[in-house]
């Protein structure tokens, strides 16, 4: 009985896996005609997911979207940042939280200071964020951030520099 159900089970992986082989494909050729890919990765529940990102030298914006549904011009979760001399500011991050695309858009985050020779990136925790700050500092210094936060005022700020 084990042996069917581990069948049935790895039959349903390899569909869903070939869903969204095919569902990539298709996101893929819309995603490109408004942003540069920058490449693809898994959630934490192993689903793929399209990263790309509008940049136009001032503003950076990091946009991911599952291969489980249809690109439909606007992306699941978002990274806005602002690209400044020696610094990239966060300014923004939007989605569903404990899906792990937050840890996805900082991995390709980080590449692209790297990539523009931006020792830096910082921003600032508001007190809009004040609900969450718990989850905001485990994140941050999960990604090897510093975080300093005022409690009096409930904000803060984040720092992180290359080594």
Same mark, same amino acid.
């Given at each position: 009985?084990?042996?069917?159900?581990?069948?049935?089970?790895?039959?349903?992986?390899?569909?869903?896996?070939?869903?969204?082989?095919?569902?990539?494909?298709?996101?893929?050729?819309?995603?490109?005609? %408004? #942003?540069?890919?920058? =490449?693809?990765?898994?959630?934490?529940?192993?689903?793929? $997911?399209?990263?790309? !990102? /509008?940049?136009? @030298?001032?503003?950076?914006?990091?946009?991911?979207?599952?291969? %489980? #549904?249809?690109?439909? =011009?606007?992306?699941?979760?978002?990274?806005?940042?602002? $690209?400044?001399?020696? !610094? /990239?500011?966060? @300014?923004?991050?939007?989605?569903?939280?404990?899906?792990?695309?937050? #840890?996805?858009?900082?991995?390709?985050?980080?590449?692209?200071?790297?990539?523009?020779?931006?020792?830096?990136?910082?921003?600032?925790?508001?007190?809009?964020?004040?609900d969450h700050v718990d989850r905001l500092v485990h994140f941050y210094e999960k990604h090897h951030f510093q975080v300093?936060?005022?409690?009096?005022?409930?904000s803060g700020a984040i720092y992180w520099i290359e080594k």
């Amino acid at each position: 009985m084990n042996r069917l159900a581990g069948e049935i089970s790895d039959s349903a992986e390899l569909e869903d896996l070939q869903f969204q082989l095919y569902r990539m494909q298709e996101n893929m050729k819309e995603i490109s005609k %408004k #942003s540069n890919v920058l =490449g693809i990765d898994q959630s934490k529940d192993d689903d793929w $997911i399209i990263v790309h !990102s /509008i940049d136009d @030298g001032q503003t950076l914006k990091i946009m991911l979207n599952d291969c %489980k #549904s249809a690109y439909r =011009g606007s992306s699941n979760f978002s990274l806005i940042a602002s $690209i400044q001399d020696e !610094s /990239i500011h966060i @300014g923004d991050i939007k989605g569903p939280h404990n899906e792990g695309y937050g #840890s996805i858009c900082m991995k390709f985050l980080k590449e692209k200071a790297r990539d523009l020779n931006i020792p830096e990136i910082t921003g600032d925790i508001a007190p809009r964020d004040w609900d969450h700050v718990d989850r905001l500092v485990h994140f941050y210094e999960k990604h090897h951030f510093q975080v300093e936060i005022d409690q009096s005022s409930e904000s803060g700020a984040i720092y992180w520099i290359e080594k």
